[in-house]
T-cell receptor, first 116, second 110 residues
Framework: AQKVTQAQTEISVVEKEDVTLDCVYE???????LFWYKQPPSGELVFLIR??????QNEISGRYSWNFQKSTSSFNFTITASQVVDSAVYFC?????????????FGTGTSLTVIP | KAGVTQTPRYLIKTRGQQVTLSCSPI?????VSWYQQTPGQGLQFLFE???????NKGNFPGRFSGRQFSNSRSEMNVSTLELGDSALYLC?????????FGQGTRLTVV
């Protein structure tokens, strides 16, 4: 069974602070993919990153960085120097390649509020 | 490159009615998935279509159905609406294990 846990329901930070969003996953598969999505108030889930289970390299994209650790089944997301535009709900998700289709398993999301 | 387009954006229906939602995927994507998002249950998988065939289905009652056309556009139908069907319905298109989402259709059942 696949499961994604985002223990942080809501986080508030002051602008320019760094913030880390936690994601812990469960799967018995050896091949799987992890994702982060951002959901602004408009509703659309905006794709941020995809990482496969064989690539544990950390990734940095501008102010965003991701730390993938298979040993702890975690895929954490850090925003450096947060901005008001970062305020949104962030979802971590897991899927696995399958000929019978793709199903994404989402965490419950972390609502981030950046206070100016 | 156009993104995933969902229509309509907002919908108000009366309990007992039926509703059809539409999703146009990104050009070239053959997979279309549907998700229901509610405050209580979060994001839940409804079903996925690939090349006009339902490839995977979540744990929803038979009132929820869908189909995909030869141009990969997909429709989702909910019959005999219940108050609990009020939700944001999100469509995603992709290839392999990627998924790009539309803005969703917010359905309110009164």
């Amino acid at each position: 069974a696949q499961k994604v846990t985002q223990a942080q329901t809501e986080i508030s930070v002051v602008e320019k602070e760094d913030v880390t969003l936690d994601c812990v996953y469960e799967t018995r598969d050896t091949t799987y993919y992890l994702f982060w999505y951002k959901q602004p108030p408009s509703g659309e889930l905006v794709f941020l990153i995809r990482r496969n289970s064989f690539d544990e390299q950390n990734e940095i994209s501008g102010r965003y960085s991701w730390n993938f650790q298979k040993s702890t089944s975690s895929f954490n997301f850090t925003i450096t120097a947060s901005q008001v535009v970062d305020s949104a709900v962030y979802f971590c998700a897991l899927t696995r390649p399958s000929n019978t289709g793709n199903q994404f398993y989402f965490g419950t999301g972390t609502s981030l509020t950046v206070i100016p | 490159k156009a993104g995933v387009t969902q229509t309509p954006r907002y919908l108000i229906k009366t309990r007992g009615q039926q509703v059809t939602l539409s999703c146009s995927p990104i050009s070239g994507h053959r997979s279309v998935s549907w998700y229901q998002q509610t405050p209580g249950q979060g994001l839940q998988f409804l079903f996925e279509y690939f090349s006009e065939t339902q490839r995977n289905k979540g744990n929803f009652p038979g009132r929820f159905s869908g189909r995909q056309f030869s141009n990969s556009r997909s429709e989702m139908n909910v019959s005999t609406l219940e108050l609990g069907d009020s939700a944001l319905y999100l469509c995603a298109s992709g290839r392999d294990t990627e998924a790009f989402f539309g803005q969703g259709t917010r359905l309110t059942v009164v």
